[in-house]
């Protein structure tokens, strides 16, 4: 037995599709404030939060691909398909930004202690 279609009308998936990149603009202009803020008042955490807001905005790139892809869903499957692997690579960047974000505090550790000896 098949899984039924979607029927999703073209108007409302090409509503869906202008609300994501209205969405999708208006976040890239929060990043590009928030970058201009970061680099224009400098200290010791100016590079940490340039990751961590360069990793957000990774994040969220990833989000509006991953809603891009099921306005598209046909059906119930290819939905759970399409979900499964955004969860799945969510998991393994969540761990390797874990990664870098450890390594950088561990650096800036190090730099620390190597000034005050």
Known sequence: MS???????AELRELAEKTIDQAEKAFGMFFDAANRSITSIPNPGTEMSKQALSLTQQNIKAAFEHARKLVHATDL???MRIQSEFLKSQFTNAGEHMRQI???????????AKDKF
Not at 3 to 9: G, Q, T
Not at 102 to 107: E, I, L, P, Y
């Open 3 to 9: 899984e039924p279609k979607l029927e999703v009308p």
């Open 77 to 79: 499957q290819e939905a």
């Open 102 to 112: 450890t390594g950088n505090v561990m650096s800036a550790a190090r730099d620390s």
